[in-house]
């Protein structure tokens, strides 16, 4: 997400963020490099909720990958950028995590957009 979170992922110990010379995800360092990251440096965007063409279908947003940071970009074009921290951290005193296999997790798009929203966790 472009360092908006990034202190609520698993490797926020070692990592300084997507833009930080000591990124440490897994797709940043392949040898293809992420998609996402190279397309926001190369257009001068803060992160894909600024696109014309979101959502692309490339890597975080392909229908083979969990949907939770399509979701949380779509709020953040919907909602603004405030507006999606103010979300994150309501839920977070809820008792809500959005780290790696926590609350949002395993949902369709719709189901993490609603759970961000309304604070309302719906158990399937």
Same mark, same amino acid.
């Given at each position: 997400?472009?360092?908006?979170?990034?202190?609520?992922?698993?490797?926020?110990?070692?990592?300084?963020?997507?833009?930080?010379?000591?990124?440490?995800?897994?797709?940043?360092?392949?040898?293809?490099?992420?998609?996402?990251?190279?397309?926001?440096?190369?257009?001068?965007?803060?992160?894909?909720?600024?696109?014309?063409?979101?959502?692309?279908?490339?890597?975080?947003?392909?229908?083979?990958?969990?949907?939770?940071?399509?979701?949380?970009?779509?709020?953040? $074009? /919907?909602? *603004?950028? =405030?507006?999606?921290?103010?979300?994150?951290? #309501? +839920? $977070? /005193?809820? *008792?809500? =995590?959005?780290?790696?296999?926590?609350?949002? #997790? +395993? $949902?369709?798009?719709?189901?993490?957009?609603?759970?961000?929203?309304?604070?309302?966790?719906?158990?399937?």
């Amino acid at each position: 997400m472009r360092n908006l979170i990034c202190k609520f992922c698993h490797l926020s110990d070692t990592c300084g963020g997507c833009k930080s010379t000591t990124n440490s995800c897994g797709k940043y360092l392949s040898e293809e490099g992420c998609f996402q990251h190279n397309y926001c440096l190369k257009k001068h965007l803060n992160g894909c909720w600024e696109c014309q063409e979101f959502p692309c279908d490339r890597y975080m947003y392909s229908t083979d990958h969990d949907p939770k940071i399509k979701a949380f970009a779509r709020c953040i $074009k /919907e909602d *603004g950028v =405030d507006q999606f921290i103010q979300y994150v951290l #309501d +839920n $977070k /005193e809820r *008792g809500m =995590d959005v780290s790696s296999g926590k609350d949002y #997790d +395993n $949902k369709t798009e719709k189901e993490v957009l609603s759970l961000l929203r309304t604070g309302i966790l719906n158990e399937k």
